[in-house]
């Protein structure tokens, strides 16, 4: 199973908010990464006795159908996909008496993170939905020179993965200890700090693919010494968007962190889809062998395997854009949907709505 693209996840909720149930018979099951799906299978064994006890004979039938087809699924999986699995399960008929008993099982764009049984008259699709606006993943850092903690902005979700402190004393002197020695010792502790915190978020953030921007906050002086001082690596450094002024070292200052970045997160999108527009615009002007903006031409150039990013409009043929997707994931090309907020992308959506960047000429 192959996680869900942010597009085909909004399909699929799309599709899942039409369906109601007569009464509350249809059956959501969120498992989270990580967990056992032979544990939830064997749970939902369980819950099929307490269906039993269900008045209504039509319910009865419908919510044991429903968990029937729901265990068989999951007997399929040796373990939970990495990113959780969702399933939605129920008999979606609108007529009385007739049976259409449906299933969906869906690996979510992003890790799912908590449990779900709920049997109800619409499927629960709130945390799917959540995951639809998170475009992007932000780390952050708050920090003084006595502690740090280190998130992660998903959406509108902050996360708090770490706390630190340096152990570094107070200004008051142990007894019989020069200024200087005071201060020598204190100035070593807090680099000392600076690599450990430098440590962690490289070790937290170094691998993650779809962390977008770094942001960190703290007193004047004490983040400047960090940023300054090179402790991360370069490639972290190059995700720095912003350095914010705050007191708060906590789980608050992350918060306020947040809070005071807004505009700068507010541009991040904009600006990488600018940046990609740009170069899509560049390479059909300087070197047109190397881009294409028709679909007769996409397609000549998928059976190539010569893409490299696909795009399209958000305003482009829905149909059309979930067929050339599915056949451009099978050349490992990257896929980019465009908003028309920009000039950029208004521009793109006149000329065809879609385009793509080529590996080698055809």
Request: charged letters at 35%; one cysteine or more.
């Amino acid at each position: 199973m192959v996680a869900l693209t942010k597009n085909e996840l909004s399909e699929v909720v799309e599709e899942l908010e039409k369906y109601k149930g007569r009464h509350t018979e249809l059956i959501s099951v969120m498992i989270p990464m990580g967990y056992d799906v032979n544990v939830v299978q064997k749970q939902l064994e369980a819950e099929k006795s307490t269906a039993k006890n269900i008045k209504s004979t039509a319910t009865r039938k419908n919510v044991t159908d429903a968990l029937d087809k729901i265990v068989r699924a999951l007997k399929d999986y040796k373990k939970t996909p990495e990113n959780g699995l969702a399933v939605f399960s129920g008999n979606i008929s609108q007529t009385e008496g007739q049976d259409d008993l449906r299933i969906w099982e869906i690996e979510p764009t992003m890790p799912l993170k908590q449990r779900l049984y709920r049997c109800d008259k619409e499927f629960v699709l709130d945390v799917l939905k959540e995951q639809l606006e998170i475009s992007e993943i932000f780390g952050l850092l708050v920090m003084d020179r006595k502690e740090a903690t280190i998130g992660v902005l998903e959406g509108k979700r902050i996360e708090v993965l770490q706390k630190m402190s340096s152990g570094i004393p107070s200004k008051v002197r142990a007894g019989g200890q020069s200024a200087a020695r005071f201060h020598r010792i204190t100035e070593g502790l807090t680099k000392e700090f600076y690599k450990r915190i430098a440590e962690e978020m490289k070790k937290i953030f170094f691998e993650n693919k779809k962390l977008k921007g770094i942001l960190v906050g703290g007193p004047i002086p004490t983040k400047d010494e960090f940023l300054e001082g090179e402790y991360m690596t370069t490639q972290l450094r190059e995700k720095l968007i912003g350095r914010i002024d705050i007191g708060d070292t906590d789980e608050s200052g992350l918060k306020e962190l947040v809070q005071k970045s807004q505009d700068i997160l507010a541009n991040q999108e904009i600006i990488y889809e600018k940046k990609l527009l740009e170069k899509f615009f560049q390479t059909l002007g300087e070197n047109p062998d190397k881009a294409v903006y028709d679909e007769e031409g996409i397609r000549k150039a998928i059976q190539y395997g010569a893409i490299e990013t696909l795009i399209f409009s958000k305003d482009f043929d829905k149909l059309k854009t979930k067929e050339l997707k599915k056949l451009a994931e099978n050349i490992s090309a990257k896929i980019e949907i465009v908003s028309t907020d920009t000039t950029e992308g208004e521009q793109f959506k006149r000329l065809s709505g879609i385009g793509a960047l080529l590996r080698f000429k055809i």
